[in-house]
Structure formats: C-alpha cells, structure tokens
C-alpha cells in the first residue's frame, strides 16, 4: 500500500497509471471533528436536487491540485481553499483508502466549511462489481457526491475493441449506481484524443458507446495540448460536459515554466468562448481548478488561479 509520501512527487499521469493498478492508496487520517456523530448516508442536498438550473455554476478545485498540503494536513488544507473562496471539492483516488467513519469525519468537516464534494476520481476497480464498487457507493453517498469519475482506463485498453469494452462495462456501471443516486463518468487525457487504427480518436468511441446521462469530464489542458478544440467537443456533446477541469497549457516544457505548469488564464485556451459554449450546451454544473505545478507553491497557485477565474467571470 502506497504511502502518501510516495504519491505526491508523481506527475498527475504517473499517479493515475498507479492508482489505477491498486484502489488501496492510502491518506492520511487526521483527525478532523473529535467526537463527530458524522452524518447520514443520504443527508446530502446534492443528491436530493440536480445540480442544474444554477444561474452560475460554482468554481471548485480537484484536490490533486494541491496534494502535497492535502497529504500533510486535510483539515487544514480543506479550510484553506474554502477561506480562498472555493465552493467545490473533488476528491481523487487516494480516498477510496478511508474508513467509513472517517468519510462522515470528512463530510462533517466540508458541512462546517460550506464545501460540497460533487465528484471524485476513482480507478477502474471502482466500475467493476466487487467490494472497491460497494466503497465506492457508500462514500460517495457519504459526501453527498453526484458524479464518480474514471480516473484511469484500464492498462489492457488499445484497440478500437478494447475500447468498445470498457465502454460496455461503463454503460453497465451507470445502471448499477443509478439507484443510489449517482452518475458515472470518464475524465479525458492526452491518449483519448489520439486517433486509434483506422482513424477513430477514443474519446469518440467512450461518447458514442455510452448512454446520454453517462458524463464526459473535460480537462481542457488536455485536449488543448493534443491540438483538439474544446469548443467544438462540447458542442457535439449537448448536456453531457457535466463538470470541467479548469487547466490550461501552452507550448514549451516544464523547464520554461509552460505546458501545464502555467497558472489558469496563462496559456491558449480560449476561456471565454469555453465558458460560454459549457454554460449554453454543454450542461455544465460546477467547474474545477486544476494544476499539476507551477512556479509557485500549491496554495498560491490556487489563490491565484481562483482569482483569474473571478476576474473573467466578472469581465464577460
């Protein structure tokens, strides 16, 4: 089992190839409200109402944006990014390591911050039937989220057949978390925009082999670092964009302090005209910050990612 000292130097693509191969990974625990009753499985306004109808979708943050303050201190980390002004959360593979008790512990804490948690990111495991779905199901209900996200396909997926599969036992996961008030989704990397053998790129064959209600997470980093307009995949998805990673990129390496390592509103996408195309067609309920690094550290890249996006939304 993975320590989370051993996770938080990884790159986002590294960790996910881990969590993949193991829903084990572990978090720390610390205490967060001694002698909370917790709460109960379905005291969740999320899951009672949809999300949709909002005039403003709120502006929340994948925690992985700030894992290494996550691994050191959740209380404190969950209190920072709340007092920032952030309104959202999404928890990322290492969570499926808690202890029940401690999920309400968690839950207790995000109530006491006016924090929602509407998503997480999950391994593959987690859309198989077995005892990491059954987890799943109970902490995701826990913390009163909506969605749970495929994090990482599985490492055997390459043909278009492979493909078709996987998408299969998503289709058949949507109706196993259906009675319990949650949707499944898939969240796209650079490989999904990649044209298979015969020219089919996979994201199109996740689009078309899934139901409507099955949701389609955008990271916007990478779509745009694989050349794909972002614009014209949410207009060919009406009402399936549900939730978006808020990250942008640019050309150059790490070194340069481009690719991902620039801070929201840095780089080429065309936030604006994303927005608008989210809000109008793409079904969008809540957005998400996300950084893999920058020049500065995790919380000041949140601090100052959150302020860009305020001062967009203010200026359109």
């Not at 909506?146 to 289709?171: F, M, N």
Request: net charge neutral; glycine share 10%.
């Amino acid at each position: 089992m993975s320590s989370p000292e051993s996770v938080v130097g990884l790159s986002r693509r590294q960790f996910l190839a881990r969590s993949a191969a193991s829903a084990a990974l572990a978090v720390v625990a610390a205490p967060l409200v001694p002698g909370s009753s917790g709460v109960s499985l379905l005291a969740s306004d999320a899951l009672a109402s949809p999300l949709r109808g909002a005039s403003a979708p709120p502006i929340g943050i994948e925690l992985y944006a700030v894992r290494r303050e996550l691994a050191r201190d959740l209380p404190a980390t969950l209190s920072a990014v709340a007092a920032m002004g952030y309104s959202v959360v999404e928890f990322y593979a290492p969570y499926l390591g808690w202890t029940l008790p401690y999920a309400k512990q968690v839950r207790t804490r995000l109530d006491d911050l006016g924090l929602r948690c509407y998503s997480t990111h999950n391994p593959f495991a987690s859309f198989t039937p077995g005892d990491t779905m059954g987890k799943a199901i109970e902490i995701n209900q826990i913390l009163g989220a909506r969605h749970v996200i495929l994090a990482s396909p599985p490492a055997d997926a390459k043909g278009l057949e492979d493909w078709k599969r996987v998408s299969g036992q998503l289709t058949a996961a949507v109706n196993q978390f259906a009675p319990h008030g949650l949707l499944v989704g898939f969240h796209n990397h650079l490989v999904e925009w990649t044209p298979l053998a015969g020219g089919v790129r996979i994201m199109d064959v996740i689009a078309a082999n899934t139901p409507p209600e099955f949701v389609l997470q955008l990271d916007v980093g990478t779509c745009l670092e694989a050349g794909v307009d972002p614009i014209g995949w949410i207009q060919a998805n009406p009402g399936r964009i549900r939730s978006i990673h808020l990250k942008d990129w640019a050309p150059g390496t790490d070194v340069e302090e481009k690719s991902f390592r620039v801070l929201f509103g840095e780089g080429v996408g065309p936030w604006q005209r994303i927005v608008a195309a989210a809000e109008a067609v793409g079904g969008v309920e809540f957005y998400l910050m996300e950084q893999e690094g920058s020049r500065y550290t995790e919380l000041e890249t949140a601090r100052r990612c959150l302020d860009t996006w305020r001062a967009m939304r203010k200026s359109g």
